[in-house]
Nanobody, 125 residues
Framework: VQLQASGGGLVQAGGSLRLSCAAS????????MAWFRQAPGKERNFVAA????????VYAEAVKGRFTISRDNAKNTMYLQMNSLKPEDTAVYYC???????????????????WGQGTLVTVSS
């Protein structure tokens, strides 16, 4: 499967953005989908994940209550709605997919076999 992330840009603190991750090549309806991010000079970190059921999303503590992950299997697309953005949210955001993730490894990069190219989100103060 090929993943294409989009929707990044420059936004002021307190603003909102919606990222999209469009899949092609096969359906992602049976995949666990996730977002990771990598700030300049830092490691890539887990942001959010959603099992194929679409229920019980999992979020990193840093984004809980501000970000919402969702998916539209009919469009073969995943989303990340980001509200109340902070300068520390500035990063390249990557989407990822895997058909074999278990809950205990949900936040691990190694659990995901397919990655998008990343989209840059810059939050100004």
């Amino acid at each position: 499967v090929q993943l294409q992330a989009s929707g990044g840009g420059l936004v002021q603190a307190g603003g909102s953005l919606r990222l999209s991750c469009a899949a092609s090549g096969r359906t992602i309806s049976r995949d666990t989908m996730a977002w990771f991010r990598q700030a300049p000079g830092k490691e890539r970190n887990f942001v959010a994940a959603l099992f194929r059921s679409g229920y019980s999303p999992v979020y990193a503590e840093a984004v809980k209550g501000r970000f919402t992950i969702s998916r539209d299997n009919a469009k073969n697309t995943m989303y990340l709605q980001m509200n109340s953005l902070k300068p520390e949210d500035t990063a390249v955001y990557y989407c990822a997919a895997s058909s074999s993730v278990i809950r205990s490894t949900l936040a691990s990069q190694n659990a995901y076999h397919n990655w998008g190219q990343g989209t840059l989100v810059t939050v100004s103060s």
